[in-house]
């Protein structure tokens, strides 16, 4: 079975701060993605990455960075917290299954809050 | 025109019935389409997925596909409380690859 973790359930942080949220999977895939989630909006991609240290902006990256040192790991970061960010993170990994096509799995998700 | 339709719902179901969720994509080149059940509260799971035209089944879940008119449906037989959920359709690019490109939703109520 896929296995993708992230750090944290839940997380509360205040405006201006830096915020770490990781992810980890344990399947050897080298891609990996960070989504956000929010009502009436769907998922939207932030970033992706399909090697160590290989990087991709996905739709809405401003106010993000991501950082991938280790293959398994894929760890997105929130520069300066602002309350806008308050959301839904899921990360997620993806294996190659036939042709072109890949299928994606997803980790338990974070909600964070920015007060 | 957003690139993967789905109506929101919510669609209501009687324990038993058949429960149809649809989605439409734009990218006529899309080569790949799944399915994900997404519970309150929880990260989407992915249930089903669909590469050719016609449909694949898998035990009460079965996926339809019709690439000249660019939808993907998932059919729900005998469905029950424990099925009520968001369903999250998502496409892949045209030429394949990992970018998906997701819907909306729809929550699907199925009543007693």
């Known amino acids: 079975d896929v296995k993708v973790t992230q750090s944290s359930r839940y997380l509360v942080k205040r405006t201006g701060e830096k915020v770490f949220l990781e992810c980890v999977q344990d399947m050897d895939h080298e891609n990996m993605f960070w989504y956000r989630q929010d009502p009436g909006l769907g998922l939207r991609l932030i970033y992706f990455s399909y090697d160590v240290k290989m990087k991709e902006k996905g739709d809405i990256p401003e106010g993000y960075s991501v950082s991938r040192e280790k293959k398994e790991r894929f760890s997105l970061i929130l520069e300066s917290a602002s309350t806008n960010q308050t959301s839904m993170y899921l990360c997620?990994?993806?294996?190659?299954?036939?042709?072109?096509?890949?299928?994606?799995?997803f980790g338990p998700g974070t909600r964070l809050t920015v007060t | 025109q957003k690139e993967v339709e789905q109506n929101s719902g919510p669609l209501s179901v009687p324990e038993g019935a058949i429960a149809s969720l649809n989605c439409t994509y734009s990218?006529?080149?899309?080569?790949?389409f799944f399915w994900y059940r997404q519970y309150s509260g929880k990260s989407p799971e992915l249930i089903m997925f669909i590469y050719s035209n016609g449909d694949k089944e898998d035990g009460r879940f079965t996926a339809q596909l019709n690439k000249a008119s660019q939808y993907v449906s998932l059919l729900i037989r005998d469905s029950q409380p424990s099925d009520s959920a968001t369903y999250l359709c998502a496409v892949g690019p045209q030429g394949g690859g990992n970018k998906l490109t997701f819907g909306t939703g729809t929550q699907l109520k199925v009543e007693l």
């Open positions: 997620a990994s993806s294996l190659y299954v036939s042709g072109s096509s890949y299928e994606q799995y």
């Open positions: 990218d006529r080149g899309s080569q790949s």
